[in-house]
C-alpha cells in the first residue's frame, strides 16, 4: 500500500493540533505516510443536488492528484474532509453518467473512476494496524481518565462511507480502550454539534454543543475526544460563551483523539499543541499524571 | 398553524423542482415521524422536518418560505439513516435551500459577520457555511 495523506485547509493552521499530534503517532507507529502535492480544498460539504456537479470537481481534481502521484489510499483526519472526499469517490466509482460529465468537464485531467481508496485515520488503525499493535506502542497508559468519545455525524453518515454502524459505532471506544482509557457511552456520541450552524445561527450551535456536554458529563465523563476541527470549534472553543450563557456549565477538557493517542505513545508535548486547546486539557492530563513534562 | 390547502395553493412548480433537485420521491412519505424525533435542531425549528415534507406533498411554498427549518438544518444525515421510507431528507432540504438561493437571496450575508468572529472561525466553518447560506 502506498499512503497518501490528505490535511486539508483547517489542519494546516487552527487545527495544527490534530494533524501535529496524528503524525508524531504515525511515526511511532512506523508507517509513512506522505503529503498529497499540490492538493486544494476538498468544499468541506459534499454536494446534496442531483443538479450540482461543479461542487463534485474539487475533490474528485484531489483524488485525481492522487492518483497522479502514485498513491492507491489517501488517509485523512479531518471527518468534513473524509466525507466529502469519500462520497466524491464512491460517485465516480458508482454513477457511470455523472462520472463521464465530471470526466468530460475535467478535460485536462486523466480520466478518474474511483480507483483510489479514501480512509480515515480511525479506519487505518482498526484494519491496517490493529488495536494490538496500537496497545503495544502506549508508554503512558491513560489510566483512569473517563473519555466520551464523539463521533458527530460525518464520521457515521451516510452509510456507504461511514467507518462504523450509524447508531451504534464502537470504533472509537476500541480506540480508547487500547490507549488505556475507559470510554464513557452516552447518548449523544453519534448527534450533531450543529456543524456550519455556528455562522448562521451561533446562539442555536451553542445551545446544541452545550446540551451534548452535559449529556457526556452526566454519564461520568472526564473529557471529550473528537476527530473533527468544527466539533472542536463548536465544543471545544465556544466553551467560553457557553460559561458566560449557562448557568450550570462546567468546563469539559476537549481532545482530537490523536492527542491522546501522542500521550499515551509518550511523543513530546509540543507536538499536541494544546495551545490551541483550552487551558482545561493540559489541566486534566496532569492532574492524571499522564504527562511528564509541560513547557512554559 | 392552519393551511389553506386550495387549487390556487397549490404549487407544482415547486413540488417538481424539489423532486428534480433532490432526487427524492416525497410522496413516500407516510409521515410517520421518524425524521422529527431523530433532529437534533428539532427544538430549534419552526416546523419539524415531518411538517416540511406535508408542505411538500401539497405543495404549500408559500407556507414553506416562512419557516427557518432548512436553515437550521445541519446536514447531519440522522434523518436520512432512519427514514423508513428510505427519502434522503438532507437532499430535500437542500433543495428548499437552492431554490432560494438560486434567486441570488443570501441567507448570511459575508460582510455582516464582526471580524472578530471570523478570527476564530475555523476554515471548515466559512466554507461549509458558505456553501449552504450563500448564493
Keep these: ?296 | 398553524m392552519s393551511l389553506l390547502i386550495a387549487l390556487r395553493t397549490i404549487n407544482d412548480e415547486m413540488r417538481r423542482k424539489i423532486k428534480e433537485i433532490s432526487g427524492q420521491d416525497i410522496s413516500k412519505c407516510f409521515q410517520c415521524g421518524t425524521c422529527s424525533a431523530s433532529c437534533p435542531m428539532e427544538e430549534h425549528l419552526q416546523a419539524p422536518p415531518r411538517r416540511i415534507m406535508t408542505l411538500i406533498q401539497f405543495g404549500q411554498s408559500e407556507a414553506l418560505d416562512l419557516l427557518n427549518t432548512p436553515w437550521v438544518c445541519a446536514s447531519c444525515h440522522n434523518c436520512m439513516v432512519r427514514c423508513p421510507r428510505g427519502i434522503d431528507i438532507t437532499r430535500v432540504m437542500e433543495a428548499i435551500r437552492l431554490l432560494r438561493l438560486r434567486q441570488n437571496i443570501n441567507q448570511v450575508e459575508p460582510s455582516n459577520l464582526q471580524p472578530e468572529e471570523v478570527v476564530d472561525l475555523p476554515q471548515i466553518a466559512m466554507v461549509s457555511g458558505f456553501r449552504k447560506m450563500t448564493s
Aim: with cysteine; proline share 4%; glycine share 6%.
Design chain 1, 1 to 296: 500500500m502506498k499512503l497518501g495523506y490528505y490535511p486539508g485547509c483547517t489542519l494546516k493552521t487552527k487545527a495544527k493540533n490534530l494533524e501535529d499530534s496524528a503524525l508524531a503517532s504515525l511515526e511511532v507507529l512506523g508507517i509513512e505516510a506522505t503529503e498529497l502535492e499540490r492538493w486544494n480544498c476538498c468544499g468541506a460539504v459534499y454536494s446534496l443536488a442531483d443538479d450540482d456537479l461543479i461542487h463534485i470537481v474539487a475533490p474528485v481534481r484531489d483524488l485525481i492528484r492522487a492518483q497522479q502521484q502514485g498513491y492507491d489510499t489517501v488517509i485523512t483526519l479531518c471527518s468534513m474532509c473524509y466525507n466529502t472526499l469519500a462520497r466524491a469517490n464512491e460517485l465516480m466509482k458508482n454513477d457511470e453518467e455523472k462520472r463521464n460529465t465530471l470526466n468530460d468537464f475535467m478535460d485536462e485531467e486523466p480520466d478518474y473512476f474511483g480507483d483510489v481508496k479514501v480512509v480515515h485515520f480511525l479506519n487505518f488503525l482498526e484494519d491496517e494496524v490493529g488495536w494490538d499493535k496500537v496497545k503495544e506502542a502506549v508508554k503512558v497508559p491513560l489510566n483512569g481518565l473517563k473519555v466520551a468519545p464523539y463521533y458527530g455525524c460525518t464520521l457515521l453518515r451516510p452509510k456507504e462511507v461511514g467507518i462504523d454502524h450509524p447508531d451504534n459505532p464502537v470504533m472509537f471506544h476500541k480506540f480508547l480502550n487500547a490507549l488505556g482509557a475507559e470510554a464513557v457511552d452516552f447518548d449523544s456520541a453519534t448527534e450533531c454539534c450543529s456543524a456550519y450552524q455556528s455562522l448562521a445561527h451561533p446562539d442555536i450551535a451553542l445551545k446544541v454543543s452545550y446540551d451534548i456536554l452535559q449529556d457526556a458529563t452526566n454519564k461520568g465523563a472526564d473529557a471529550l475526544a473528537l476527530a473533527c476541527p468544527l466539533c472542536d470549534y463548536n465544543l471545544g472553543r465556544k466553551q467560553g460563551k457557553m460559561l458566560e450563557m449557562f448557568e450550570s456549565a462546567n468546563e469539559v477538557p476537549i481532545y482530537y483523539f490523536t492527542h491522546l493517542m501522542a500521550v499515551a505513545f509518550g511523543v513530546p508535548i509540543d507536538r499536541n499543541h494544546f495551545e490551541l486547546n483550552r487551558e482545561s486539557s493540559v489541566e486534566l492530563l496532569k492532574l492524571k499524571n499522564l504527562l511528564s513534562e509541560v513547557p512554559a
